[in-house]
């Protein structure tokens, strides 16, 4: 198997598709005509990349492996031609229909929040949903509301759901899944709770500000990663590492965590499930992100994200 991801890009105010081999990447329509000069036409895939792909990921991905096992032969004999400083233009690879967040799901990070946590066995996994208008892209600057005083970052490995599943058990849990991505679920601490109403916890208007959920810088399909319990990941802050962590760390697998949310709701081709973070927030810390800052978030095996930090800009009323 060729490792190879899907991205997407920005030129010219439009969105292309792209192709990760070896570390470079190549525009998808211009890589699968140099494979494939004979046809006419390529396929939905090729133009929409994976936002078209994904809806039927699961008959798409042996022709994707095919092509990328081609194209690799392909690049190595110099037919084709790589993006030029792509990292400056990477977007999202693709919008999730849906993005569930495991809370407390590694130990060490529910320990520096305060944390108190049942025993695996009596408990289940905790989740919440971030609103999809959040994401940005892998280079996109993250804006801090007027209204947020602790913006904290959170490395998250991505699993990228790939049919439609309902109530299925750990062992087939796997069927399921896409691909993977690096993901960063930035939080406002002082927004997560309230004291202006009965319930003390509020983890939407908490989670779910614009920019508040850079993925990226690809999709890595599951074919490629081994073994997604056993990544190593991190996150700096400027040049200050602030996680470093392996996914083995989780409390409840990938598995338990796909299990556990096909039993509430039916989980969609395109729907995202960030599986926690590890210790080394800001919030345990007593540090939080501010304008000038840049994050650097990296999972073993996909790639790694550079988000800087900026106030958000907000107009005056009348203006």
């Excluded at 470079?24 to 494939?36: G, R």
């Amino acid at each position: 198997m060729v490792w190879h991801a899907l991205a997407a890009y920005e030129t010219g105010g439009k969105r292309k598709s792209a192709i990760v081999l070896d570390g470079k990447v190549y525009d998808l329509a211009k890589a699968y005509k140099a494979v494939n000069p004979r046809k006419k036409n390529a396929p939905s895939w090729v133009a929409g990349g994976l936002d078209a792909a994904i809806g039927d990921w699961m008959s798409l991905r042996g022709e994707i492996n095919k092509f990328a096992a081609d194209a690799a032969k392909a690049a190595a004999t110099g037919k084709l031609g790589a993006l030029r400083n792509p990292e400056q233009r990477l977007s999202n690879p693709f919008l999730p229909g849906r993005i569930f967040c495991a809370g407390a799901n590694y130990g060490d990070h529910a320990k520096e929040m305060g944390t108190g946590l049942q025993k695996k066995n009596l408990a289940n996994p905790y989740f919440f949903i971030k609103a999809n208008t959040a994401v940005t892209g892998p280079r996109d600057t993250v804006f801090i509301p007027p209204e947020v005083k602790k913006t904290d970052w959170e490395v998250e490995l991505g699993v990228v759901i790939g049919k439609t599943c309902r109530r299925t058990t750990e062992a087939r849990a796997y069927d399921f899944i896409a691909g993977y991505t690096v993901a960063n679920d930035v939080s406002s601490r002082d927004l997560n709770s309230r004291s202006d109403y009965p319930f003390p916890q509020d983890w939407f208007q908490g989670k779910s500000h614009d920019s508040f959920a850079p993925i990226g810088p690809w999709f890595v399909p599951k074919s490629c990663i081994r073994d997604p319990q056993d990544l190593d990941l991190n996150l700096q802050v400027n040049d200050d590492m602030m996680q470093e962590s392996n996914t083995s760390n989780m409390i409840f697998n990938i598995r338990e965590q796909i299990a556990y949310l096909s039993r509430i709701v039916t989980l969609l081709p395109g729907d995202i499930i960030l599986t926690g973070t590890p210790h080394g927030v800001g919030a345990g810390r007593g540090i939080f992100l501010k304008p000038g800052d840049v994050m650097t978030t990296t999972i073993e095996k996909i790639g790694f994200m550079v988000n800087p930090i900026a106030a958000e800009k907000v107009a005056r009323k009348g203006k």
